[in-house]
């Protein structure tokens, strides 16, 4: 496994100006719905990341055509995939490879698609998924891992989810894509990567109408016509950035961002007593007093997203008082908690309940993230924390955060990438 680790020399306020990426949950589905398009499509503004390199490998192996113009901007053909396998290993490393089952279904009446992987985050049932595809039209069946899909014809219909989806509502839109006639989905999610989503696929001449709202209206079309877009910017990045930059108590400039998605990060930093500003599209985010305590609970957009838990619960650990945060949208969402008592972090987890007693600081330990969210967290714990962090498994991290580390130097932090042989050196 990855040898790799981030040697973080913490006790710095974070100042200066950072350039958000674009955005991961947006990109992966827009990467896998180009299975769609009848011409080649031009994306820019894609996020160079690890997750992104696996859908683009798993589209290269099926048969599409992918040229890199640069590191943020790749032109893919998909016209020549004719057989709708999506090769084993690869799906089962990411949890975005579902979307897949959506797109191929729309596209050719049928998909092979393994079970997703990603991070162990617990139970995430495609049940919703194949509600969804059923409605439509399709069969299902699940032999060796591998999900089937098969349709005759795919008809519009109506499609209600049980419980709030973000993957569901995702697949439901790109099979309805193409189906005849009107499909209606009620209880959809409203993220702003569905949004994004909606907005690439009726640039290309889908009719999709409502996405934001709980109720999505696709009429299916025939042909989809190749484009040049830009993925929106990522809102879990730059509200890391933000919560990074109050955790440490620096004074930051997030740029290249869209403040309306930031919201609930927004509202939830100005409740622990950081002073966020709001501009057409840059936050500034800075700590001139003390950090306080809070009541946290994770919701489906436009509520507090659980990819932004783990970050603010680290900020809470340096909090006056006794913070109490709620996330029961994934199982296994506090596992950084037992990482975070290494550096004297005061957590108890119940269940999917957090409660935070604030201690005066951190200290630095060598930990090691989990996931993509409880790696990130660490980080920011060790940015906090005095004296040396060194974290590890850091592909975790990689798979949703561009230039990482050149990223936090940028903004004044003393942090180093280095392989398990090197000796690591204190600099500051």
Known sequence: MDKEKLVINGGKPLKGDVYISGAKNAAVAIVAATILCDEPVTLENVPEIGDIGICVKILYEMGASIKIIDKNTIRIDTRGISDPVVPYELARSIRASSYFMGTLLGRFKKADVPLPGGCDLGDRPIDQHIKAFNALGA????????????????????????????GGTINAICAAVKAKGLTVIENANKEPHIVDLANFLNSM??????????????????????????????????????????????????????????????????????TVEEYDECVHVYVDGPLLKTTLKTLPHPGFPTDMQ???????????????????IFDNRFRYANELRRMGADITVEGTTAVIQGVPELTGAAVRATDLRAGIALVIAGLMASGTTVVENIYHIERGYENIEDKLMGLGADIVRVREYETVKRTG
């Open 310 to 328: 783990p970050q603010f619960s680290t900020l809470l650990t340096i909090a006056e008082g006794t913070s109490v945060v709620t996330d029961d």
């Open 205 to 274: 001449g889908a009719d999709i109408m409502g996405a934001g709202t709980d109720v999505i209206k696709i009429r299916g079309v025939d042909y989809l016509k190749g484009i040049t877009y830009s993925v929106i910017p990522d809102q879990i990045e730059a509200g890391t950035y933000m919560v990074a930059a109050a955790a440490t108590k620096g004074d930051v400039w997030i740029k290249n961002v869209i403040p309306k998605h930031l919201e609930s990060i927004t509202a939830k930093l100005r409740k622990v007593g950081a």
């Open 139 to 166: 069969e299902y069946s699940l032999e060796g891992g591998i999900v089937r899909l098969r349709a005759k014809d795919l008809i519009g219909s109506q499609i209600f989810f049980d419980k709030h989806t973000v």
